[in-house]
């Protein structure tokens, strides 16, 4: 790769060991994706919950955090995924003192290294948007997916290490969704059914993604006529990247680097994929069957927004929860101040749900809190969760926000 | 005999052992118990068997970021495959091994990586050269 003046100098420590740490890191990547060189990022965003960093992760950056506030600044905006440990209501959880501990210690060290705690996968919609063709550094799949297709901005998916390099640094190796040729579609699906609410969204992008199944393949979405809304794109990326690994959408006519099939398809279009509706029917018909008793209900993944809350709120009241379902809400930090002053909060936790602030449901030590609370079976409106979470012990099951509320009131699916 | 196999320059060291492989994904998060070192995801092809210090063969990477840090964590547990072979891996597993000092490749010139080795072959990776080889 070709290095130029400054990054030289951080190669070789004259800019501080965090700074010669992430440059060599940033390197080995870049090579194994034949970067050339490096591109300078506007914002980064990482992804370090507790129970994914464990003690090592969170010994790393103390280690970073520790050479110094001049050296280890962060010297772009750098924000937060969300965190793994609600740190008022870990103990009504079930959370353990140790996971709090680890939580506290990861907080500490990223406020040293000058990273604002944002602690939310929902960037896009509550802090500072990037615009087409803005360089960043973002973690959470679900984020890079609709940054790169909605807004168009440009970011690989940076997990937490390639994230704070990126931060220390201000670039990023210039591979991947960075080069306008890793942009151009290699897929081509066309659909005649608009989804009709959020999971309906999330099943479709499931259906794509789960038929392109690698980080390297851009589909390009054909039959959507009106603009659909940030929550519906918000639900159809997130599952999208998560069955299929997919950083990058089209939607001719809608999102911004597609004004036609042909713009985003320079290299030739590709044969067209139709999607039935049945065969979502089927994709959704995995997830949980009508009698199935419920443990938890969750509205996570991606946070909630002000939008769904209040969504929520109208389901939810004048309902109480099955005495054995449980109910578990997780927004942002941002979002949560708006719904308390609002009154979603109250309206939402009067029928016995948790609203859990900063965090997500499935990177909180999920199975320790299944097994602390008895929860085996959970229900949720997130296509992106039901994919996560079996490898956690859940036996998961899908259906639309309204059915997910009811379901919780009858303790079993309806 | 040995047989020589060319992929892309990868990450990490030189290494050697036993292949597991399958014709599924990978998700640090979404497939494993890290605690006890197998896969834990019913649906996933390797279901309960343990990849500790194996070299595991797959398609590809799946899902979110968090695998990323995993990796390094795993390896700092010694409960780490040795190493990852893909057809095709995604930004963050190749992230992820760069942290942890985990040996990746991907990009095999002679095809598919799940059907150019089975489970139990003996193989060395070298990531510099591009090439594994089995024993």
């Known amino acids: 790769m070709q290095l130029n003046k400054e990054e030289k100098a951080m190669l070789n420590g004259e800019l501080g060991e965090p700074a010669k740490w992430a440059l060599a890191h940033m390197l080995q990547v870049g090579q194994m994706f034949d970067a050339e060189s490096f591109v300078n990022v506007s914002q980064a965003h990482m992804m370090a919950d507790p129970e994914s960093l464990g003690e090592a992760g969170v010994h790393f950056l103390e280690q970073l955090a520790g050479h110094g506030s001049v050296q280890s600044q962060v010297r772009i905006p750098m924000i937060t995924d969300p965190r793994g440990v609600d740190l008022t209501q870990y103990q009504a959880l079930g959370q353990t003192e140790e996971m709090a501990n680890l939580e506290r210690r990861t907080i500490k060290a990223c406020e040293q290294l000058g990273i604002l705690m944002t602690n939310t996968c929902i960037n896009y919609q509550i802090t500072m948007p990037p615009v087409l063709g803005d360089h960043v550094a973002y973690g959470d799949t679900g984020v890079v997916i609709y940054t790169n297709s909605v807004l168009g901005a440009r970011s690989n998916f940076e997990g937490g290490p390639s994230a704070i390099a990126a931060g220390i640094t201000g670039r990023t190796p210039k591979y991947g969704l960075h080069l306008n040729e890793k942009r151009q579609s290699t897929r081509r699906f066309s659909i005649n059914h608009r989804p009709g609410n959020l999971t309906e969204w999330g099943i479709l992008g499931a259906e794509i993604g789960r038929r392109c199944n690698s980080y390297w393949e851009v589909p390009v979405i054909e039959g959507i006529t009106t603009a659909p809304t940030s929550d519906e794109l918000k639900h159809f990326g997130a ?53 199935d008793k419920v443990d938890v209900v969750v509205f996570a993944a991606p946070q909630l927004s002000i939008i769904e809350l209040a969504d929520l709120a109208k389901l939810v009241d004048g309902k109480k929860l099955h005495s054995k379902t449980d109910m578990i809400v997780c927004t942002a930090p941002g979002v949560a101040a708006d719904s308390e002053r609002l009154g979603f909060t109250r309206r939402i936790e009067s029928c016995g749900a948790r609203l859990l602030v900063g965090t997500c449901f499935y990177n909180q030590y999920a199975k320790e809190i299944g097994e602390a609370n008895g929860w085996k079976t959970i229900l949720s409106n997130s296509t992106k969760i039901v994919n996560i979470i079996s490898g956690y012990g859940y036996k998961p099951a899908l259906r639309n926000m309204e059915q997910c509320v009811a379901s919780a009131v009858a303790g079993e699916i309806l | ?45 390797l ?76 193989l060395i990776v070298d990531p510099v050269k591009g090439l594994v080889t089995i024993t």
Not at chain 1, 250 to 266: M, R
């Open chain 1, 239 to 291: 599952a999208m990247a998560s069955f299929g690994s997919t950083p990058l959408f089209h939607i001719v006519g809608i999102t911004p680097e597609a004004s036609s099939l042909e713009v985003v398809c320079q290299n030739g279009i590709p044969p067209v994929e139709k999607i039935s509706e049945d065969e979502l029917y089927q994709l959704q018909d995995q997830f949980g069957k009508k009698g």
């Open chain 2, 1 to 45: 005999m040995s047989k020589q196999f060319k992929c892309h320059q990868g990450i990490g060291t030189k290494t050697q052992g036993l292949a597991l492989v399958a014709n599924d994904g990978f998700s640090a998060r979404y497939d494993l118990d890290r605690i006890q070192g197998v896969f834990s995801r019913p649906a996933h092809k």
């Open chain 2, 47 to 122: 279901y309960e068997q343990s990849y500790i210090d194996k070299i595991l063969v797959l398609n590809t990477a799946k899902g979110g970021v968090a695998s990323a840090w995993m990796l390094h964590e795993m390896c700092s547990r010694g409960i780490a495959p040795k190493a990852i072979l893909f057809n095709s891996a995604n930004t963050i597993l190749a992230q992820g091994a760069a942290l942890a000092g985990m040996t990746m490749c991907d990009r095999f010139e002679d095809g598919d990586v799940t059907e150019l080795f089975h489970t139990g072959d003996q």
